[in-house]
């Protein structure tokens, strides 16, 4: 029997086996060729050669490449995937498209969406709903404290330009604009600032602020009690400054962050002072011995009344004193032990000047009697220190008051006419200014040396002449005292620094060489230009007032009185009666001058010549009706 061409010819069969490509290449004939790696694709058919049916048929053509990809299942799959691939860039097209001129989706703005419309509109919107709030009370929450701001006030507003560039465009990534259908995005409004205008405001937010309040050690009595620290609390400068910047447009309740206020004494320090010093500093007395057996004693409650305590800058407690107190317990104790420095003065007697020594003072150093304190309080046995002294010189010794030359009368004047007030008020005056010294080039004030002149000081209610009318004041005659004074500097040959008349003559005292004065307002002055210092001496009677001016004598004084000229009348004043009217008939006023004339006391040499003009008003007729 014929066997089929493939089996006879083994060998053409193997080659065109390794020509074909696909899985459907023929059976190995043998193992003619047995390197060739095992394939898994079917094998052919091959005939039956008692097969007579299927003789003289040709085998049918297999493909080529490889089935899957040819399968319908597959072409199917490839073919909505691409289907799929471009609805969906379509869709983004689409949507990128008319989204153009909107605010992308998702996006939040001061808690308003604004996605997805368009942008001229969410700006309208925003605007209407943000801007007004520039204006509107802010609600602040500073701890337990509830206040307002003005934004405005505070420099603060949007920026909406720059709020909107924030915003952005439309996204080109088409995954963020997958999921913008999804989730929101807030956008913080930009805030334009006025930094001085922020700053000066949450400078005024500071007012509630609550200070530490330090630990400290008090004092019932005698019994030391400890005072533990109540911690304080401050504003966070910097953080309320960005929650302010980053919230404000909200117009909710903001809560403004806080701060531990510091904290200067720990609370075991105050424990500390307690046991180590406030306890043994009124555990017995302190004395500070003086001189002349004189001692000075503190107490355990006078003790506590001075002694304080005050932060260490350490985190502790330290014991401090508060020495004026002390010195008012301690003073009058110690004062018999201590001599107080006299300035060397002097004493005329008959007409002769005579130096009275100066005295050397004999002081405490309290400060540094004091220094000794710290110690003591923590003593536990000996709680004695010594009182500290030093000497204290007098501001003229007695050898400069020997070399002023005072020895005799430069000057002199007295006045008379008044009593009563008016001569209590002139006698303690005088008692003051007795004993004055003035030393060459120095100027003499008597506001300045007197000081104030009150009731304290002695002076009492007392006529005076106010506005050309008669009326009381306290110290009033006081101007008699001037005048006399006036008159010996003025015949002493002393410069005139600075006097005032009245404004209405008064007959007891010499027309145009008068003077004045008022308490802090109008004052008399004279310069010692001699060589030699002055000394003022003062005497009173019942009716008379005399000052004399001591030193060397070098010059001769003369006054020349002018005429009175230009002379006024007086008006009429009608007043109710009563205490506050007190008539007078007036006098009427007049110009008048006075010359001084000083020469050489030796040479009889004219020196100078000086002319003073003065012009006194009427005084006004004053009737009680």
Not at 293 to 302: K, V
Not at 560 to 565: F, M, N, P, V
Not at 606 to 618: F, N, Q
Request: net charge negative.
């Amino acid at each position: 029997m014929e066997q089929p061409r493939s089996a006879q010819q083994p060998g053409a069969h193997q080659a065109a086996a390794q020509h074909q490509s696909g899985p459907q290449s023929a059976a190995w004939a043998g193992d003619s060729a047995p390197t060739q790696p095992l394939r898994t694709s079917p094998r052919p058919t091959v005939p039956d050669p008692t097969d007579k049916r299927r003789q003289g048929r040709s085998a049918p053509e297999q493909p080529s490449g490889p089935s899957g990809l040819r399968s319908p299942i597959a072409q199917r799959i490839g073919v909505g995937v691409g289907a799929l691939i471009v609805a969906c860039g379509l869709a983004y097209v689409a949507d990128l498209i008319l989204s153009s001129g909107q605010v992308p989706r998702g996006v939040v703005v001061a808690g308003i969406d604004i996605g997805g419309k368009d942008t001229a509109a969410a700006t309208a919107e925003l605007r209407a709903a943000v801007d007004p709030r520039v204006d509107q009370e802010l609600p602040l929450q500073i701890g337990d404290v509830q206040t307002r701001l003005t934004p405005k006030t505070a420099g603060l507003s949007a920026d909406w330009d720059a709020t909107f560039a924030r915003v952005g465009g439309q996204p080109l990534n088409p995954i963020t604009r997958l999921t913008s259908l999804f989730i929101t995005h807030t956008v913080p409004v930009v805030s334009t600032i006025d930094e001085r205008a922020l700053d000066a405001q949450l400078t005024a937010l500071r007012v509630h602020d609550r200070a530490t309040v330090e630990g400290t050690i008090a004092f019932d009595g005698a019994r030391p009690v400890a005072v533990p620290p109540v911690p304080g609390r401050i504003l966070d400068g910097p953080a309320a400054r960005t929650v302010l910047i980053e919230n404000w447009y909200l117009g909710a309740l903001l809560d403004l962050p806080e701060t531990a206020a510091p904290i200067a004494v720990r609370a075991e320090a105050v424990e500390h002072a307690l046991h180590t010093i406030a306890e043994p500093a009124v555990s017995a007395p302190i004395v500070f011995a003086g001189k002349n057996n004189a001692t000075g004693r503190l107490e355990p409650e006078q003790i506590a009344s001075i002694i304080f305590f005050a932060p260490d800058g350490q985190g502790g407690l330290a014991a401090a004193f508060k020495h004026e107190a002390a010195l008012g317990v301690l003073g009058p104790q110690l004062a018999p032990s201590e001599v107080e420095a006299k300035d060397a003065t002097f004493a005329v007697t008959g007409s002769t000047p005579t130096v009275v020594p100066a005295v050397v003072g004999d002081k405490i150093n309290w400060a540094k009697t004091l220094e000794q304190l710290p110690n003591l309080i923590v003593a536990a046995q000996e709680r004695t220190a010594q009182a500290i002294y030093e000497k204290v010189d007098p501001k003229l010794t007695t050898e400069a008051a020997n070399a002023l030359g005072v020895t005799e009368v430069m000057g002199q004047f007295t006045t008379s006419g008044f009593s009563g007030p008016s001569g209590v008020n002139i006698r303690v005056v005088a008692r003051k200014v007795n004993g004055a010294i003035v030393k060459p080039g120095e100027t003499f004030s008597l506001n300045d040396f007197t000081g104030p002149r009150g009731t304290a000081e002695g002076y009492v209610e007392s006529g005076i002449i106010d506005h050309g009318r008669p009326s009381t004041a306290v110290g009033g005659g006081i101007s008699q005292f001037a005048t006399t004074l006036y008159n010996a500097a003025y015949f002493a040959g002393m410069e005139d620094a600075g006097h005032t008349e009245h404004s209405y003559y008064i007959s007891r005292y010499p027309a145009a060489r008068e003077a004045t004065v008022f308490d802090g307002a109008i004052d008399l002055k004279f310069r010692n230009n001699s060589q030699s210092g002055v000394y003022i001496e003062t005497s009173t009677t019942d009716s008379e007032v005399t000052v004399r001016l001591w030193g060397t004598k070098i010059v001769n004084v003369e006054s020349i009185t002018g005429e009175k000229t230009k002379p006024t009348e007086p008006t009429e004043i009608k007043l109710p009666k009563g205490k506050e009217c007190i008539a007078t008939e007036g006098a009427p006023g007049f110009t008048i001058s006075d010359t001084r004339v000083i020469t050489d006391r030796k040479t009889s040499r004219e020196i100078s010549r000086s002319t003073r003009t003065v012009k006194y008003d009427a005084v006004p007729v004053v009737k009680c009706e």
